[in-house]
Each structure stands twice: as structure tokens, then as C-alpha cells.
């Protein structure tokens, strides 16, 4: 509890919330934290772009095209949950600078794949390589079986949120903030 002089009280708990209301409460309150406190951090360090000037939300498009293979360009939008426009402006730029490649679509030759170049493999790996060693870092004093449980959880959790359709339900006034 909160007890310095003239500090808010935190949030308020509706009346009637039950315990699942309350922790569906912190666990959103510590999703905000970890979104805010990742882009803070990317931005203090790297900005929003690389030295090459392409967006960092376009090494999202290069992870999937290394990880899983050549995609068509409206499958790979559908993939990351993104606009067709946006993967196409973003997938621009990282053939302009040599990361992906067009080719031809064997299924059907009206049709292109787009496909990690060896480069473009290349930067992916030593980005990933640098995550993983941050990520070290940052866990080097968890033990091994708290490390995978947090992998198993969040792999729980965004699989959920993938698969999770929500009514169509107006946002709160307000909830640009809580973003």
C-alpha cells in the first residue's frame, strides 16, 4: 500500500469484481509496463528505424521469411496480423536494400514469393544473436526452470491472444493511453 503524503491511491476494483477480474487486472497493467518500458528502451537505443533507414516493424516480415520459409505477400500480412498495404510498403524497402528477394511463384506464375536473400539472413541472425544475449543479461540470475516457464507462459498466452475474436465492443474513452 501506498502511504506517502499526498500520493494517489492506486486504481480502484469495481464492486463485484471477482479474483479472475483482479488478476486479469495485473496481468494488463504489467502488459502496459513491458510494452512501454520495450519501446522505450528500442527507442532510446536504435529509434524507430535502422541505419539503413528501414522500420524496425519490418525485421518482423525478415523473422518470418527466415523462420518459415518464402510467403506470398498477402499471406505474410496475414501471418504477422498486419495491413496488406503496410507489409507491401514495408517489404519494399527491405528488397530495396537487398534483404528479400521476389521470385516466381512455382504454384502459380502470375503470382510471386517473397523470400529471405542471403543477407537478409545474415542481419536476422546477428539481431537475433544480440536478443539472446540481452536476454541473458537480463534472466543471467533466474534459474533454467523459471526461464522456461516464462517461455511456456508466453507462448500460452500469445497463442490465446492470437486465436482470441473479441466482440465488438467499443473501446473505453481514454484506452489510447492505456496502449
Known sequence: MNTAVGARPGPSIPEGADQRWVTSDRIG?????????????????VGNTTDNGVERAAYVLLA??????PHRSNALAEAVHSDPSTVSRQIAALVRIGYVERRPDPADGRACLLAATDEGHRVF??????????ISRITD???EVDRERLVDLMDRFTTALESHHPHD???PQGAEEDR
Open 169 to 171: 465492443v467499443p473501446a
Open 141 to 143: 540470475d533466474w534459474d
Open 125 to 134: 541472425e546477428a539481431n537475433r544473436d544480440l536478443r539472446n544475449r540481452e
Open 64 to 69: 518470418r521469411l527466415v523462420i518459415e520459409g
Open 29 to 45: 497493467l504489467q502488459l502496459v509496463r513491458l510494452i512501454r518500458l520495450m519501446e522505450r528502451k528500442r527507442l532510446s537505443k
